[in-house]
């Protein structure tokens, strides 16, 4: 039987490569973005192992509790008088201050050195001791020394064209300085670390520039021969002051690649999604192909029932075809995953998440994950068919095939509709009773799931409704309008995979058009400015507080209101906050405040939401304690009481001083100006630009060109999506294609007799076609309808963070379904020849 | 024989009226046709063979055949299995391309029409009937009569289809789908699709292979009839000498050959040469 298996599957070749194709493709995906990931892990632990290789114990500042953002972990800075303690330690053979912070390289002529996807720009201080610098290497020049030189990372140096002994401005939090270039900098066998800019000071220059003079961010400290790290770090520690530490390199190794690897995670689990739903649309392919391979093979299969083949010999043989398919198409979409992986780099780089990468790292973990999840996908898919199979009489061996018209049951239309009404009710409770949001996700599923149930039922109607047109082009348009109809289970399987892609696409179009419209509508209630002061690439996490000042001194400018950002963790909940001078703030800010006011501020005010003030019953003059990971707890007295999120859209806010104080100097996100009284804007808008030629980290854009780059933000995440989402709807395509030359191969005596009675070619292939064109326009406007009631649903849950506005991008949703047409008839292409090449012959004459 | 009754019927039913209207223009035989009544065009074949295979595995089904089918006649074509009987009727149908040799239908030699060309002469001049699955399982009885006249975009000849479907006693099967009907009911459908477009030929190819006794009779005698009351020309292969007994003339073929033919056949007569011919 195994035999037979495998011969039956290799006979059919056009039919065994497309559905392995549709497997393969997710299998793809999914293998990818493991290799993906597990290559980014290794990068982060190979950079953070190099960067601190030599290095046996690291002295710091005792945190409050381990906060990670992005690669660097918030520490407050420790007094250089620990350095004398650390070097009298026995067994310490060197040891140096470290300092670390924001520095902002610019090139000869002025412009910044960006980087691609906003990774960090970061100045150093660069040991003296080259057993401490890991692998950080010179690889021209000289070591900086002095107040006036600079080392730089020989990326930036090649690729902005910045020679040795140039001279070159570098932006700090604090005043930008002059520095001449000495030296460049690679690490290990790379010119820059993990796609970020470097400059390197020497130690008192960086605790100028970057830190704080007497201050260092930690002491880095290597053995003498002999000793252990943890020896060493035992020693230290006795001698230590209160609220410092000591630890080895490779715990600070350890957390550092934790902390990347949570963020990975994400990264990883999102792909994973789009990974999820490309084997799902897969599945729907695998169904369709055994159901129908079953339907034509029924007399061969009543035959081998005839000559005494049991049920389960019959359901096995199956069920080992699927295994068979599945173990293939997975092989094959494990070897697609690794250009899938280095697409997906691709393709993050263009969009502007750029991360460091090392060789493709294909874990074993990786192969076996995802020959059982594609395998697994397929037999499973198998399993109905399968057992559909076993109920083939004996007898039908006998009788004239003809292919069942496979109308749908009345139990599985009762159980889709129930399935439905029960998402609707849950996303109608979710949005206006105000119930959880735990039930919008399954609520959203349901629906999904329940309108694939019912389908079938609307396969009918909804190709004969979609035919009419056809009807105008003849016979070949009226015979494909009913083949279309004649099997709806087949045609709404096949539609349903193209309707789960567009389902997706559509809600994320809808969900991002509601967003940029709101957009303006957000920024009109809760910002009074004129012009906005941003960093100058959308990715970048603020600017230097340097540049308010600069923009506070043009003249025509009234007011700046500079706002920054942290995370902290308040009333035991980790929390983003937003950080505001309380003196400007009320006049760029429109917060809606019920109590108190923002000038109220100081160092130990706190100004809460109203929806946070509701859910924990604050009340003006409560206490909140906010903790911060550098200086620990800190006592908060609730001063106001906000209504309008929207520019700021945390739960608390407290003043940029107060920030300062509890997490050190921050930069600057953003600053909202407000014009003097009769300025005029463009004119300012021009000084502002002019008074900014020294801060290249930021620009000034008026409300126009802001709204424009943050809806560009978001068309670029759109973007993003819809790419992924679009492996789904291409594994769609391909069960169209499949659906059709089962079609094909299954109506071939009929395709001979209209051939034989006077069907030309150029008919034929226009029935197919048409076929091909209804199936995709049912799958294609029936995911638009649900994408655009999902996206709706979406929108609306997200109401209260200000998308209020609804907008439905109908020329998108439009483009969409003609496309889908048009790919209707593309996937036709190969099925129509072969129907039109059919042997009139061999249909018509008896076998 | 065939010459008289063609005559005889020629004009005389107002459909054949009908007839020259849904000609004109469309059909580009109609320049060679009466004005007054359709000619029922002899086909002939010149010198066919046809092979199948190449090299060693080479096989003849046909050899060099010369025969010349008579307008308004009804032919049946017989021999043993592998005589090459059906393989001739496909080439005189524009089924199937002779390997060497012509076949003409009227005038038109139709061995070197390109395939478009070859499918409209089928669509337009010739009617099918073949052994089994006439018919397509989608549509109607109605609609399948009435199929190569919808393929052609135009409109039946409503008078004239009536008239077929009654002569066959189909009219109360046309709502039927071809699986709600019985075998010889599927043929009598098929039978008036082929002479629903008035074709110039009608070829059977086993027609009453599939059917009982009783509606394999019914099925030659409707055939008779188109025959010698419509002036069809019809060709018919079979092995059933009853079925042969039907038409006018009998060809017999042997290995690729003609090898005799009979006029005014009856079964017995074409039983014993079956016999002869040892078949």
């Not at chain 1, 209707?824 to 072969?834: C, M, W």
Request: net charge neutral.
């Amino acid at each position: 039987m195994f035999t037979a298996t495998l011969r039956g599957m290799l006979a059919h070749k056009v039919r065994l490569a497309l559905t392995v194709a549709s497997i393969a493709l997710g299998v793809a995906f999914l293998a990818g973005t493991l290799v993906l990931t597990d290559t980014m892990r290794l990068a982060f632990d190979q950079l953070f192992g190099k960067v601190s290789a030599g290095t046996d114990a690291v002295v710091r500042a005792e945190a409050a509790y381990s906060q990670s953002e992005g690669i660097s972990t918030s520490r407050a800075p420790i007094p250089a008088s620990v350095l004398n303690q650390v070097r009298q330690v026995d067994g310490v053979r060197t040891a140096e201050g470290a300092v670390s912070g924001y520095a902002l390289l610019t090139d000869n002529g002025g412009k910044a050195v960006l980087t691609s996807g906003g990774a960090p720009t970061l100045g150093y201080s660069l040991p003296a001791d080259p057993s401490l610098r890991g692998d950080v290497k010179l690889l021209s020049g000289n070591a900086p020394s002095g107040a006036h030189q600079v080392a730089i990372d020989a990326t930036s140096a090649e690729e902005h064209h910045i020679a040795l002994g140039s001279t070159i401005k570098v932006l700090f939090r604090g005043p930008t300085q002059e520095f001449t270039v000495v030296g460049t900098v690679g690490f290990g066998g790379e010119k820059n670390l993990g796609g970020t800019t470097g400059a390197y000071f020497d130690s008192a220059t960086a605790q100028q520039v970057l830190g704080a003079p007497g201050f260092f961010d930690a002491i880095n400290v290597s053995a003498d021969a002999g000793v252990a790290p943890a020896e060493l770090v035992q020693r230290i520690d006795a001698v230590l002051p209160d609220g410092t530490e000591a630890v080895t390199g490779a715990t600070v190794v350890k957390e550092s690649t934790d902390a990347v690897n949570e963020d990975l995670r994400f990264v990883g689990i999102l792909f994973m999604i789009f990974a999820g739903i490309a084997l799902f649309v897969g599945s729907f392919i695998i169904w369709n192909t055994f159901t129908m391979t079953i339907t034509q093979r029924s007399r061969e299969i009543a035959l081998l029932r005839a000559i005494g083949a049991t049920r389960r010999q019959v359901n096995r043989s199956l069920i080992v075809e699927a295994l068979l398919l599945g173990v293939l198409a997975s092989s094959v979409g494990i070897g697609l995953g690794l250009l899938v992986a280095k697409g997906l780099k691709v393709l993050m780089d263009v969009v502007g998440f750029s991360l460091p990468s090392t060789s493709m790292q294909v874990q074993p973990r990786t192969i076996i994950v995802s020959l059982l999840v594609g395998t697994l996908v397929t037999v499973v898919a198998a399993l109905v068919p399968a057992y559909r199979a076993t109920k083939v009489l004996p007898v039908e061996a006998l009788r004239e095939a003809v292919p069942g018209s496979g109308n749908p049951s009345r139990k599985r239309i009762i159980s889709g509709a129930v399935v439905t009404v029960a998402g609707l009710t849950g996303l109608f409770t979710t949005l206006y009773a105000d119930a959880t949001m735990k039930l919008f996700g399954p609520s959203l599923l349901a629906i999904i799931v329940g309108v694939l149930m019912l389908l079938p039922a609307a396969a009918r109607p909804l190709a004969s409704l979609i035919g009419v047109p056809l009807r105008l082009r003849g016979l070949p348009g009226e015979l494909a309008r009913q083949n279309a109809m004649r099997n709806p289970r087949r045609t709404s399987s096949t539609a349903a995979a193209l309707m789960v892609g567009l389902t997706l696409v559509v809600s994320m179009g809808v969900f991002a058009s509601s967003l940029k419209a709101s957009f303006g509508d957000v920024i009109g209630d809760s910002v009074n400015a004129d012009l906005f002061v941003t960093p100058s690439s959308t990715q970048a996490p603020g600017f230097s507080p340097e540049v308010i000042n600069a923009v506070k001194a043009v003249p025509g400018v009234g007011a700046v209101a500079a706002s920054g950002w942290g995370e902290a963790r308040f009333n035991g909940a980790d929390s983003s906050y937003a950080a505001v001078d309380p003196a400007t703030a009320a006049e760029g800010l429109n917060l809606g405040l019920s109590a108190g006011s923002v000038s109220a501020l100081g160092l130990n005010g706190v100004v809460v939401s109203q929806s946070a003030a509701t859910s924990h019953g604050w009340k003006m003059g409560d206490v909140i304690k906010g903790e911060f990971a550098a200086t620990g707890a800190h006592d908060l007295k609730v001063v106001g009481i906000y209504n309008t999120k929207g520019w700021i859209g945390d739960d608390f806010i407290i003043s940029i001083a107060a920030q300062t104080a509890a997490a050190g100097q921050q930069l600057t996100a953003s600053g909202l100006v407000k014009l003097a009284p009769g300025a005029d804007q463009a004119t300012v808008q021009q000084a502002i630009t002019a008074a900014m030629a020294d801060h290249p980290d930021a620009k000034v854009l008026d409300r126009k060109g802001y709204e424009k780059e943050a809806s560009g933000f978001i068309d670029k995440l759109l973007t993003f999506v819809t790419v992924m989402l679009l492996l789904a709807v291409l594994i769609a395509l391909l069960g169209i294609v499949n659906t059709l030359v089962l079609s094909v191969f299954e109506r071939t005596r009929e395709l001979g007799l209209l051939r034989a009675v006077g069907m030309t070619r150029a008919q034929v292939r226009a029935m197919v076609r048409w076929e091909s064109v209804v199936i995709s326009l049912i799958g294609a406007l029936a995911g638009a309808a649900l994408g655009i009631g999902l996206g709706l649903g979406l929108s609306q849950a997200l109401a209260d963070e200000g998308i209020k506005a609804i907008s439905i991008p109908g020329l998108q949703v439009t483009l969409y379904v003609v496309l889908a047409a048009v790919a209707g008839v593309l996937a036709a292409i190969g099925p129509a020849r072969s129907a039109a090449k059919v042997d009139v012959l061999k249909a018509v004459v008896a076998d | 024989m065939g010459a008289s009754s063609q005559n005889a019927f020629a004009g005389t039913t107002p459909l054949d009226r009908g007839a020259e209207t849904s000609y004109k223009g469309i059909n580009h035989m109609s320049a060679t046709t009466s004005t007054v009544a359709p000619t029922r065009a002899s086909a002939r074949a010149e010198g066919v063979s046809k092979f199948y295979g190449t090299g060693d595995a080479t096989i003849a089904a046909l050899k060099d055949v010369y025969v010349t089918l008579e307008a308004g006649q009804f032919t049946a074509i017989m021999g043993p299995s592998g005589s090459g009987k059906s393989t001739l009727l496909h080439m005189l149908a524009g089924l199937d391309r002779p390997s060497s040799g012509e076949v003409y239908l009227g005038d038109i030699q139709i061995s070197s029409l390109n395939d478009k060309a070859l499918t409209l002469l089928r669509r337009d001049q010739i009617g099918f009937i073949f052994q089994s699955f006439n018919l397509l399982p989608t549509m109607s009885a109605a609609e399948n009569i009435v199929l190569p006249i919808r393929i052609a975009g135009r409109k039946p000849d409503q008078a004239w289809v009536t008239s077929i479907v009654d002569k066959l006693g189909l009219a109360d099967r046309l709502t039927h789908r071809p699986t709600e009907l019985s075998g010889g009911q599927q043929q009598r459908v098929a039978a008036a699709r082929a002479l629903a477009s008035r074709p110039q030929i009608v070829f059977a190819d086993e027609p009453t292979g599939a059917l009982d006794s009783a509606s394999g009779t019914e099925l030659l005698g409707f055939l008779r009839k188109a025959v010698k009351e419509l002036g069809q020309t019809v060709v018919m292969v079979t092995h059933d000498p009853t079925a042969a007994s039907y038409a006018d003339r009998v060809l017999f073929l042997a290995d690729g050959h003609v090898v005799d033919e009979m006029n005014e056949p009856t079964a017995d007569a074409v039983l014993d040469f079956m016999k002869h011919l040892g078949a």
